[in-house]
């Protein structure tokens, strides 16, 4: 009898090693297969979701096929608390496996911002506002001129402050660098001047190979003791001021603000916009020249000048055009 008892237990046991090799196999099958998604998905784990209630979302949304493989493979082969909350990307046909190993390394959604190189304060603030997946609200000013003109890789969930304090970070960074090698004879005193003529050059010219004659021709006018005469400036206090939106008329350059360069000698008071490391770089190392003047040429760049003269003949091309 006893040892009818220990063949039955054994053979209990081996059916049930059996039995759960068996389903081992075929869940180590199932979750490596190309999944059931048809189509790249977006799916948002909340921080403190279990195992369970992840299968089940992700099941509903398509990504797996069954949660309850799903929960099995995880528990066999990983760490169910591991897995971490955010945004995911799931793409098509994405195995149970793949899944598994995404949400166990944080392998998250990375958004993208673009600052673009020239814009100012205002429409900055305007696209971190309409930015997908960004948190909070921007309290406080900004100052113009210290926001890093670049491309941001951001979480959903990330936090609107925490960007802008990241590009201020940036901003302070490659202003030190470049400052630390500009030109021996550079003649601004202080990277804050460095950085609003680089604003100026950024509104003048988006020619990469004008950066740096027009930085000359500024630096050149400073030198003499003329007036810079920059039409963006103008603008830019004209905004300042109240719902400006151009274009520039006679008027405009008469009106007495501190931006106005056609009526202030020097620099701004600070600067119009936000440059980027070009055209920084194209002020600290400025061409030489003996050009003064420069209007637009109608093609998209600008037709430079020494004397007056030469420069007058110039804008009347430009107006005959």
């Known amino acids: 009898m006893y040892r009818v008892a220990v063949r039955i237990f054994s053979l209990a046991v081996s059916l049930t090693f059996l039995a759960a090799l068996t389903l081992l196999v075929y869940v180590v099958v199932t979750i490596h297969r190309p999944g059931p998604l048809e189509n790249d998905v977006t799916v948002v784990l909340d921080r403190g979701m279990g195992l369970n209630p992840i299968g089940d979302l992700l099941e509903q949304r398509g990504v797996i096929a069954s949660a309850l493989d799903f929960g099995f493979w995880v528990r066999t082969a990983g760490e169910p608390g591991s897995m971490r909350a955010g945004e995911y990307l799931f793409p098509a046909h994405v195995s149970g496996a793949e899944?598994?190993?995404?949400?166990?390394q944080g392998d998250t959604l990375k958004r993208k911002l673009t600052i673009s190189e020239g814009l100012d304060v205002a429409a900055i603030r305007a696209?971190?506002?309409e930015a997908e997946?960004?948190?909070?609200?921007?309290?406080g000013a900004i100052a113009e001129g210290t926001l890093l003109p670049e491309t941001y890789i951001y979480e959903r969930g990330d936090t609107r402050a925490d960007l802008v304090a990241?590009?201020?970070a940036a901003m302070d960074e490659i202003t030190a660098e470049l400052w630390a090698a500009r030109d021996p004879d550079f003649p601004l005193g202080s990277p804050a001047e460095a950085v609003i003529l680089a604003s100026m050059v950024e509104k003048e010219t988006g020619l990469a190979s004008e950066r740096g004659l027009v930085a000359g021709v500024f630096l050149n006018r400073l030198d003499r003791g003329m007036r810079l005469q920059s039409d963006p400036t103008v603008a830019y206090g004209l905004r300042l001021a109240g719902d400006f939106e151009g274009p520039l008329?006679?008027?405009d350059l008469e009106t007495d603000?501190?931006?106005n360069t056609y009526v202030i000698r020097g620099l701004p008071p600070g600067p119009i916009a936000n440059p980027g490391r070009a055209a920084i770089e194209a002020v600290?190392?400025?061409e030489a020249t003996e050009f003064l003047y420069f209007v637009a040429d109608g093609e998209g760049g600008h037709a430079f000048a020494t004397t007056l003269e030469d420069h007058n003949r110039n804008v009347a091309?430009?107006?005959q055009r």
């Open 99 to 104: 899944v598994a190993r995404m949400l166990a």
């Open 127 to 129: 696209l971190l506002v």
């Open 133 to 139: 997946g960004l948190t909070g609200d921007l309290v």
């Open 166 to 168: 990241r590009m201020v």
């Open 249 to 251: 008329t006679r008027a």
């Open 257 to 259: 603000h501190p931006f």
């Open 284 to 286: 600290l190392h400025p």
């Open 317 to 319: 091309r430009y107006r």
